[in-house]
T-cell receptor, first 111, second 113 residues
Framework: QKEVEQNSGPLSVPEGAIASLNCTYSDRGSQSFFWYRQYSGKSPELIMSIYSNGDKEDGRFTAQLNKASQYVSLLIRDSQPSDSATYLCAVGPSGTYKYIFGTGTRLKVLA | NAGVTQTPKFRILKIGQSMTLQCTQDMNHNYMYWYRQDPGMGLKLIYYSVGAGITDKGEVPNGYNVSRSTTEDFPLRLELAAPSQTSVYFC????????????FGPGTRLTVL
């Protein structure tokens, strides 16, 4: 059973701080990794995708991938109250056509 | 470019009724997916399709059926609705498997009473 694990939270950080969200996955053959943001009552929207070991930066967001440790993380710098949402980690298909989602980490940014 | 659209946005069904949730994408994506999301939970895959005429079961297919007659449309059919099917349903598409992100529709909130 392929799995993606996330801490459900809530993770509370003060405004302006760095929020660090973590995710582990079980399938060593996985090659693509995604972070989605989901506001309450809304659909998931893509924040970052990452395919290679190391860091990938986009504005205030940095995704980090370590395939050897089967670990992917998302850093949000200068956190804003508007970043308060649930963040879903997803792993792309490996040997199948199915994406595997974690249950999400709820982030609260305190003004 | 509308992306992925879903109808209806909300629906209340009585136990035993049937309905079809509509999903359409205008990105010419081959891969389409149906998920359900229960409150406070992650996404569970119901069915997926890798192209017109090709569908397969996900992890929670019981009580649902799908068809894919065109690239654009991927309707989800609920037969004999049960309270356990109360959930939010999301349709998603991706251009190819393994490398591309999924694009999600706005969702359908279904209540079965």
């Amino acid at each position: 059973q392929k799995e993606v694990e996330q801490n459900s939270g809530p993770l509370s950080v003060p405004e302006g701080a760095i929020a660090s969200l973590n995710c582990t996955y079980s399938d060593r053959g996985s090659q693509s990794f995604f972070w989605y943001r989901q506001y309450s009552g809304k659909s998931p929207e893509l924040i970052m995708s990452i395919y290679s070991n190391g860091d990938k930066e986009d504005g205030r967001f940095t995704a980090q991938l370590n395939k050897a440790s089967q670990y992917v993380s998302l850093l949000i710098r200068d956190s804003q109250p508007s970043d308060s949402a649930t963040y879903l980690c997803a792993v792309g298909p490996s040997g199948t056509y199915k994406y595997i989602f974690g249950t999400g980490t709820r982030l609260k940014v305190l003004a | 470019n509308a992306g992925v659209t879903q109808t209806p946005k909300f629906r209340i069904l009585k136990i035993g009724q049937s309905m079809t949730l509509q999903c359409t994408q205008d990105m010419n994506h081959n891969y389409m997916y149906w998920y359900r999301q229960d409150p406070g939970m992650g996404l569970k895959l119901i069915y997926y399709s890798v192209g017109a005429g090709i569908t397969d079961k996900g992890e929670v297919p019981n009580g649902y059926n799908v068809s894919r007659s065109t690239t654009e449309d991927f309707p989800l059919r609920l037969e004999l609705a049960a309270p356990s099917q109360t959930s939010v349903y999301f349709c998603a598409s991706s251009s190819r498997t393994g490398g591309d992100e999924q694009f999600f529709g706005p969702g359908t909130r279904l209540t079965v009473l």
